[in-house]
């Protein structure tokens, strides 16, 4: 049995309020929700203990009732989000299906917060009650799946780091109009006039087999790759 002194500890491994003392005023949901508009609003720098207090209208001191740092709202923030995806669906359809829609899911999860990845690459991802959740609900929509439970751990990652690549790439698209990253059109235009200069045999190859490139559609890319991906991680192979 683990030592007490070494057992890890959350924000969640203690109850929401002490035996003792008067009501809290706030639940830890509102202070989550709180935070979380603060930093949609400003960036996740703008999240302290103080702004978030300010934003509360009470003194800072007041939050460590609460909360016992810094670290650990961002934590309750980071599970507040994983709180916004919509688990109620029954298991037990087409398992890609159903994996792809979560996918989905989480994607637009970190377009609405895009401070998230940055806060999971920082600290690492502290699963809270609503992430554990999520991995439990993954999980059953994989039973029918063929793979091992290892597989389906890695297949599960892969679709959250899929998420967020795809979040990252929408959240740094520029306005139409941008040469140097806003259209699409253009930049194949110019790919493929240096594939035709002849210094680049494989790639003009590859081109000039792929034809023309599908319109340019965030949503059906994410789709086509997970869909490729994950059948393949689980070793059933592209469908």
């Given at each position: 049995?683990?030592?007490?002194?070494?057992?890890?500890?959350?924000?969640?491994?203690?109850?929401?309020?002490?035996?003792?003392?008067?009501?809290?005023?706030?639940s830890?949901?509102?202070?989550?929700?709180?935070?979380?508009?603060?930093?949609?609003a400003?960036?996740?720098?703008a999240?302290?203990?103080?702004?978030?207090?300010?934003?509360?209208?009470?003194?800072?001191?007041?939050?460590?009732?609460y909360?016992?740092?810094?670290?650990?709202?961002?934590?309750?923030?980071?599970d507040?989000?994983?709180?916004?995806?919509?688990?109620?669906?029954?298991?037990?359809?087409?398992?890609?299906?159903?994996?792809?829609?979560?996918?989905?899911?989480?994607?637009?999860?970190?377009?609405r917060?895009?401070?998230?990845?940055?806060?999971?690459?920082?600290?690492?991802e502290?699963?809270?009650?609503?992430?554990?959740?999520?991995?439990?609900?993954?999980?059953?929509?994989?039973?029918?799946?063929?793979?091992?439970?290892?597989?389906?751990?890695?297949?599960?990652?892969?679709?959250?780091?899929?998420?967020?690549?795809f979040?990252?790439?929408?959240?740094?698209?520029?306005?139409?109009?941008?040469p140097?990253?806003g259209?699409?059109?253009?930049?194949?235009a110019?790919?493929?006039?240096?594939?035709?200069?002849?210094?680049?045999?494989?790639?003009?190859?590859?081109?000039?087999?792929?034809?023309?490139?599908?319109?340019?559609?965030?949503?059906?890319?994410?789709?086509?790759?997970?869909?490729?991906l994950?059948?393949?991680?689980?070793?059933?192979?592209?469908?």
């Amino acid at each position: 049995m683990a030592d007490r002194g070494t057992r890890p500890t959350t924000v969640w491994s203690r109850p929401e309020r002490g035996a003792r003392g008067p009501a809290p005023e706030r639940s830890r949901t509102q202070i989550a929700a709180a935070a979380l508009a603060l930093a949609d609003a400003e960036g996740l720098a703008a999240v302290s203990m103080r702004a978030l207090a300010q934003r509360l209208g009470t003194g800072p001191a007041s939050l460590y009732r609460y909360v016992g740092s810094r670290d650990e709202l961002l934590d309750l923030m980071a599970d507040a989000v994983a709180g916004e995806l919509d688990l109620s669906g029954a298991t037990g359809g087409d398992w890609l299906d159903d994996l792809v829609g979560l996918a989905l899911q989480s994607r637009d999860a970190h377009v609405r917060h895009p401070w998230l990845a940055d806060l999971n690459d920082r600290r690492g991802e502290v699963l809270g009650p609503h992430a554990i959740d999520y991995l439990d609900h993954a999980l059953g929509i994989l039973a029918p799946a063929p793979g091992t439970a290892g597989q389906k751990l890695e297949a599960i990652g892969l679709l959250g780091g899929l998420a967020v690549l795809f979040a990252r790439r929408e959240a740094a698209a520029t306005p139409a109009g941008d040469p140097s990253t806003g259209d699409p059109a253009g930049r194949a235009a110019h790919l493929a006039a240096v594939a035709a200069e002849g210094r680049h045999p494989h790639l003009l190859a590859a081109l000039t087999a792929a034809g023309a490139p599908p319109p340019a559609d965030r949503d059906a890319l994410f789709v086509r790759l997970l869909r490729r991906l994950l059948p393949a991680m689980l070793g059933q192979g592209e469908p």
